[in-house]
C-alpha cells in the first residue's frame, strides 16, 4: 500500500473507532456483565494473536466459551461444548468482537483486513504468502464475510481442525493476498456494510 493509502485507512479507523466505543460502550458493558456471569469470571477474553510484521498482541473480545478438561484445541465449531448460552448470541451478533475496537484504536488491528490468527498459521506464512503480515490485521474482510458460517463448516468435518488447516486457512490466505494488492478504500467501506448486513 502506498503511503497515502496507508494515512486514509488509519484516519479512518481512528475515527471510526473512537466514535464506536462512544456510541456502543453501553454494549459492550452489557456483553461483559453478562459474560461475567455466566463464565463466573472476567468478561473480557484475552488472547495472542499474530498482528503486522509477525508481532503479537493481544486480542480483546468478550467471553463465549468456558475452559473443559480434554478440550484444547483453538478450533471452534458450531457444537462446540466450550461455547456458553449466551455466548452462542453473542458470537451469532457478532457483539463479542466489538471490544475489538480498542485494539483498532491502539493500532494493533484495523476495521477491514485479514483476520489475526493464533500463533502456528500466519507466523508460519512463507514467501508471496507474507504479504497478509504487511497490513494490521481487521475485526472483518473479505476471508471473514466467505466464511461468516465458518463454525458451521467446521461441525459437519469429520476432522475440523485438519479441514481447517487444508482447506479454509489456504483460502482465506488467497483471498487476503488479493484484498491487499487490490486495496481501496471503497471496498473497506463496502465490506463494512456488508459485514453489519450480516454478509
Do not use: C
Not at 466514535?19 to 460502550?25: F, I, R, S
Not at 462446540?80 to 480498542?102: C, H, M, N, V, Y
Amino acid at each position: 500500500m502506498r503511503r497515502r493509502d496507508r494515512f486514509i485507512k488509519r484516519s479512518f479507523d481512528l475515527g471510526v473507532s473512537s466514535a464506536g466505543l462512544l456510541l456502543l460502550w453501553p454494549l459492550i458493558a452489557a456483553g461483559w456483565i453478562v459474560a461475567s456471569i455466566e463464565t463466573r469470571s472476567n468478561g473480557f477474553f484475552l488472547q495472542e494473536r499474530v498482528g503486522r510484521g509477525g508481532k503479537r498482541f493481544k486480542v480483546l473480545k468478550l467471553k463465549t466459551m468456558k475452559p473443559m478438561d480434554k478440550i484444547d484445541t483453538t478450533v471452534t465449531t458450531a457444537h462446540d461444548a466450550r461455547i456458553t448460552r449466551s455466548g452462542r448470541f453473542l458470537r451469532k451478533s457478532k457483539i463479542d468482537e466489538l471490544p475489538q475496537l480498542w485494539n483498532v484504536l491502539t493500532g494493533d488491528m484495523s476495521l477491514v483486513g485479514p483476520r489475526p490468527d493464533v500463533p502456528g498459521f500466519a507466523d508460519r506464512l512463507e514467501g508471496e504468502d507474507r504479504i497478509v503480515l504487511s497490513v494490521r490485521p481487521g475485526i472483518t474482510g473479505p476471508a471473514t464475510i466467505k466464511y461468516k458460517n465458518e463454525e458451521d463448516i467446521l461441525a459437519q468435518q469429520k476432522d475440523p481442525e485438519r479441514y481447517n488447516r487444508e482447506v479454509i486457512w489456504p483460502d482465506k490466505v488467497r483471498i487476503n493476498k488479493a484484498y491487499i494488492r487490490n486495496w481501496r478504500f471503497f471496498e473497506d467501506m463496502k465490506i463494512i456494510l456488508q459485514t453489519i448486513k450480516g454478509g
